[in-house]
Every structure is written in structure tokens, then in C-alpha cells.
């Protein structure tokens, strides 16, 4: 069974950069599709980010294309977020998950995902 754990977050100021990172136990992980979510207080948790179990192929959400990048290190057993030209509407927990489903399609929706780590804050001042 994997854990997952992340770490990274952190207090920026809005247009400034962090890098979260979540390591996995177990030797199963680059079995895995990985994603990224985040939940801001009072709203739902949404989707962030995707990537395949080699790394390949990556989805990311409107609201984060073109500032976010997803990237994994299997060897590593840890899959990254690099957050860029951070908003304060970025501010939230963030939170990966793996995808255990056997299709490469990179899913988008939080039931579909499995081992929830306990998140890390990130939170951008204006």
C-alpha cells in the first residue's frame, strides 16, 4: 500500500514560486498516475494537475496552465508541482493522490483518486 507525503508549502508573495513535492513509500509508485488537487477554505477540492506513470504525458487545469509544471522522479519514488507567478487565489491545501486505473487517460476528478496524503499549505499574499 502506498502513503503519500507532501511537503513544500509554504507562505509567498503573490508572482513568487514554490515547489511542492510528495514522496511515496512503497515500490509500486511509478505504477501509478499521480495528480495533484487543491482545496481552499469553504470550496470543494479541485483538480490541479496529472501526470502519467512514466511522465510523458501531463494535464493540468485552466486556472494553472502555462504557470504550474508536474513532473516525477520514479527512482525517487516523488512526484513534484513547481508553481510559478503565484495569486493569492492559488492560496489552499494542497493534496496528491495516485490514479490506479489501468488506462492512460489522466483523470481529473477527486473520486477516482485513491491515497490522499494530509496536504500542504500554500498561501500567497497580494
Known amino acids: 500500500q502506498v502513503q503519500l507525503v507532501e511537503s513544500g508549502g509554504g507562505l509567498v508573495q503573490a508572482g513568487g514560486s514554490l515547489r511542492l513535492s510528495c514522496a511515496a513509500s512503497g515500490r509500486t509508485f511509478s505504477s501509478y498516475k499521480m495528480g495533484w488537487f487543491r482545496q481552499a477554505p469553504g470550496k470543494e477540492r479541485e483538480f490541479v494537475s496529472a501526470i502519467s506513470r512514466g511522465g510523458a504525458s501531463t494535464n493540468y487545469a485552466d486556472s494553472v496552465k502555462g504557470r504550474f509544471a508536474i513532473s516525477r522522479d520514479n527512482a525517487k519514488n516523488t512526484v513534484y508541482l513547481q508553481m510559478n507567478s503565484l495569486k493569492p487565489e492559488d492560496t489552499a491545501i494542497y493534496t496528491c493522490?495516485?490514479?490506479?486505473?489501468?488506462?492512460?487517460?489522466?483523470?481529473?476528478?477527486?473520486?477516482?483518486?485513491?491515497?490522499w496524503g494530509q496536504g500542504t499549505q500554500v498561501t500567497v499574499s497580494s
Open positions: 493522490a495516485l490514479d490506479p486505473s489501468p488506462t492512460g487517460v489522466l483523470r481529473t476528478t477527486p473520486r477516482e483518486y485513491a491515497g
